[in-house]
């Protein structure tokens, strides 16, 4: 091998070690953006979710909007429709992050299920069919409504 085809084989080595690298980090900025988009959705919703903790600590706030709360006979509803809203919310980061690859299957397998049990309680089911509004990813609204429509309510409960 001569000396200008050796300077040529480092030349192209050169190259494809550049390429890579480029190929690399424009990996490594697509994997970045997908973590900070979980972390954004989670941030939002756990800032809803600390609204709705408020109502849960004092009930009377749940006056605010009224509608939200109209089916409410006493402060013990409220804060149990919103503490169900909140268990939802952090459901909600589950499915999510599952959805864009930053929650492994198992994991979210077994909040689903746990999700199923819960589901299955009174007090999660007329939080759910009440007509106020929960704010939720259009998708996982879905993906809950097959759920709950999935599960059989649980004998006995109130």
Not at 68 to 81: G, H, L, S
Not at 91 to 115: K, T
Request: charge should be negative.
């Amino acid at each position: 091998m001569t000396l200008q085809e050796l300077q040529l084989v480092f030349q192209a080595l050169s190259s494809l070690a550049i390429a890579g690298g480029l190929v690399y980090t424009a990996i490594q900025f697509r994997k970045q953006r997908e973590a900070q988009h979980f972390a954004n959705f989670a941030k939002l919703v756990e800032a809803q979710m600390h609204l709705r903790e408020m109502r849960v600590s004092d009930p009377s706030l749940a006056n605010v909007y009224r509608h939200d709360v109209e089916f409410a006979e006493n402060p013990t509803q409220i804060r149990e429709y919103f503490f169900n809203l909140m268990q939802l919310s952090v459901f909600e980061i589950v499915w999510f992050g599952y959805r864009h690859g930053q929650v492994p299957e198992d994991y979210f397998r077994s909040w689903d299920r746990r999700m199923r049990d819960i589901a299955a309680e009174d007090s999660f089911r007329l939080m759910w069919t009440t007509p106020s509004m929960k704010i939720m990813h259009d998708d996982f609204q879905q993906y809950m409504a097959s759920l709950v429509s999935s599960v059989t309510p649980r004998a006995g409960d109130r």
